[in-house]
């Protein structure tokens, strides 16, 4: 098992370098740059909502642009009467193929025009996510609850934070209170099951006070949250990488910290009582096709225990981390295979991975420049990760 505990601490070297710098993750093409912190966090989660089985960059770059743009008009209006495709001014419409899409008020701007020009029809945004019809479902029921909460993201999550806070469970309290809020209950949707706005919008109230009941009942949410446990929680890949991404990534940590400061009850200090590694250790490795992919799979749950394990590999890796407790690293870190794998594994760049260099030596070495004034040049090559090189000393790879 020592293995898998060298395996871990490699995979925290890096997440370090993902989370080092912002540019090293990808950001959201606001269709405004006078956005509020709010505003950036609830477009972040929408955009999460439709990150199924599509181009990332075209999630964030042209779903982004229309559903900050959403954002900002419901929370102006109060209201989501602009989620109606049968009014006039709504976000949603029938395009010429008799199929709906998501279109945009604002012309598109030039990142979208030189960069997607086949999203841009007549000056505007079309966008269509795969699963539109369950995506708009899901959307809609969002906004449907957040009404409660002043069509604010961050206060929906400072109250179910003042609910919870003394829990030792937390992370994974708040990550079940946004799993009710958007993905609780939606079932499977076709186009048709878009017609009637307002069939739709009686479901999402009937949802939104179900859902409610939970929140606001302890016991409720305590009998509901072990369901959860035993059943879904390693399904909700979009609520993890979008709550993640509040507490970790140096862009949205900012938005989530400024905007969660605006309500009543929170301090400085709860904010980064989110970030100990208590807490950081209860983020679910997402389930993806990338780290669930099985050449590496195979590749370090060889020679251990896990070998011929069957479940999948955010499982697998979530058991291992709470028996054995490695002193570094935990399981959502592995979602740096999102970068690592299509440039190692699957370019079969076995001679310069640190991971089989624990096996037998490899060529390693030959990567690493050793220089502060450089890039690491291992982080680079093996995830396209820019942060400057820390120095062997400080290095986790090579100590």
Not at 315 to 341: A, H, M, N, S
């Amino acid at each position: 098992m020592e293995r898998l505990s060298k395996i871990f601490k490699i995979i925290s070297f890096f997440d370090d370098y993902r989370w080092s710098k912002k540019e090293n993750y990808n950001s959201i093409n606001f269709f405004s740059n006078n956005l509020n912190a709010d505003s950036k966090l609830l477009t972040h989660w929408l955009c999460y909502i439709s990150d199924r089985q599509m181009s990332f960059e075209i999630i964030w770059d042209v779903g982004g642009f229309i559903f900050s743009e959403i954002v900002q008009e419901i929370k102006q209006l109060k209201n989501i009467a602009i989620l109606n495709h049968s009014r006039e001014g709504s976000y949603i419409k029938k395009g010429d193929d008799d199929k709906y899409y998501f279109i945009s008020k604002e012309n598109a701007n030039e990142r979208i025009v030189y960069e997607y020009e086949n999203y841009v029809n007549q000056n505007k945004v079309q966008f269509k996510p795969r699963f539109l019809p369950s995506d708009y479902i899901c959307i809609l029921s969002t906004f449907v609850i957040l009404e409660n909460f002043d069509y604010s993201l961050s206060k929906f999550i400072s109250c179910n934070f003042l609910k919870n806070k003394t829990e030792d469970d937390i992370i994974i309290r708040l990550l079940f209170s946004l799993y009710l809020l958007t993905y609780h209950d939606i079932g499977q949707h076709k186009s048709v099951d878009l017609e009637k706005f307002e069939k739709n919008h009686d479901k999402a109230k009937l949802r939104s006070d179900s859902v409610m009941a939970i929140l606001n009942n302890k016991q409720k949410f305590d009998s509901e949250l072990q369901k959860f446990r035993k059943d879904k929680i390693f399904r909700q890949k979009r609520a993890w990488c979008s709550f993640r991404d509040f507490i970790k990534s140096p862009e949205f940590h900012p938005y989530f910290r400024n905007a969660m400061l605006q309500h009543q009850g929170i301090a400085d200090r709860d904010i980064e009582s989110l970030k100990t590694k208590n807490n950081l250790e209860q983020f679910v490795l997402p389930g993806d096709v990338w780290n669930n992919n099985s050449i590496f799979g195979k590749c370090i749950l060889s020679k251990t225990p896990y070998k011929n394990n069957t479940k999948s590999l955010n499982v697998i890796l979530d058991e291992y981390f709470k028996e054995e407790r490695p002193k570094i690293g935990y399981p959502e870190q592995f979602d740096v295979t999102f970068d690592f794998v299509p440039r190692m594994c699957e370019k079969k760049n076995c001679d310069i991975c640190p991971i089989k260099n624990i096996d037998s030596k490899n060529d390693i070495e030959k990567l690493c420049v050793n220089n502060k004034e450089k890039y690491c040049t291992i982080a680079l090559c093996s995830c396209n990760y820019k942060s400057d090189c820390v120095g062997r000393d400080n290095c986790k790879l090579f100590n």
